[in-house]
């Protein structure tokens, strides 16, 4: 018992300081939403409050709680780590619109104006990064990646490297709902007949890896044959579970989001939505409490 015991030790502070960073951005985009919502009521609805909060929940339970310990004990904890970063926290962080409050939550002093031109480069490369082919290779290279043997027990002995794996997750769980939730053609440049077919083809390099997982009858990282085991279970059966775990999640996570796109389709009238927030984003000047105003361009 003293080697789990010390291994929560060792990853108090961790906790404790990313514990720390999702109160602060909870508490600026409260703010900023906040500022938003007394200048212009209908911008953006409570919606996407409760979306931004529950995905900064959903980052700590898979960062910042003592289940982020867990996961050097249970390939299946480490499992679901990981698709509640890209599968759950991911897609309710860009529902929750955050770029935008969480600048006008900012104090003053963070904020800084620029000619609208200054921003053309950035567009450009915004554009370029957010093309569905290179978001779907980034996730895919996410989830292949650091699931292969050497990357993975790397990750488990190392601190900084199990962090950079977390972020890797998050950022490509990002990169992967972009596409999924941008509410016109013109933000992706791709009909969104083909989002559907997007999200198929994401499911494939999921579902290899888990049957591989399920059906491959030996243990494919060594690395949980030293570590006590919770529930019960052997590391080949934990590890069964881990991949019977992500084929179900993932296949739902991937065919509702394609069900709704279909829906959105047949109703275009549910897009406007989002037209509020992409016409007053080069506009809209973010007020501050002490009566300041700050332009967002």
């Known amino acids: 018992m003293a080697e789990p015991h010390a291994h929560m030790l060792s990853w ?32 953006i609805p409570s919606w996407r409050l409760a979306a931004f909060m529950c995905s900064l929940v959903s980052v700590w339970t898979a960062v910042g709680s003592p289940l982020a310990t867990l996961d050097h004990r249970s390939l299946t904890i480490h499992m679901m780590k990981h698709l509640l970063l890209m599968t759950v926290a991911a897609p309710l962080i860009l529902a929750g619109t955050p770029g935008f409050p969480l600048v006008c939550g900012l104090p ?23 093309h569905p082919v290179w978001c779907w290779l980034a996730s895919t290279a996410a989830v292949i990646g650091w699931h292969l043997p050497v990357t993975f027990q790397l990750g488990m002995h190392s601190h900084w490297v199990h962090d950079l794996e977390d972020v890797c997750f998050l950022l490509a769980g990002l990169l992967f709902w972009w596409p999924i939730m941008q509410s016109s053609p013109s933000a992706t440049r791709s009909p969104r ?10 499911t494939l390099p999921c579902d290899i890896l888990s049957a591989f997982l399920v059906f491959c009858d030996r243990l494919v990282y060594p690395f949980y044959l030293s570590t006590p085991q919770l529930f019960s279970l052997s590391p080949l059966q934990d590890q069964e579970c881990a991949g019977a775990l992500m084929w179900v999640w993932v296949t739902f996570a991937y065919l509702i989001p394609a069900v709704a796109t279909t829906v959105q389709i047949l109703s275009p009238s549910n897009t406007q939505s989002q037209r509020p927030i992409e016409a007053a984003r080069d506009t809209v000047a973010c007020p501050s409490p002490n009566g300041a105003e700050a332009e967002v361009l």
């Open 12 to 43: 108090s502070l961790p906790l404790a300081i990313i514990s720390a960073l999702v109160v602060v951005t909870a508490l600026v985009y409260l703010r900023g939403w906040l500022c938003l919502r007394n200048a212009f009521p209908n911008l």
């Open 108 to 130: 003053k002093l963070f904020i800084k104006s620029h000619p609208p031109r200054a921003n053309l480069p950035a567009r450009w490369l915004e554009r370029c990064l957010m």
């Open 193 to 202: 007949w083909s989002m559907a077919f997007y999200l198929f083809l994401a």
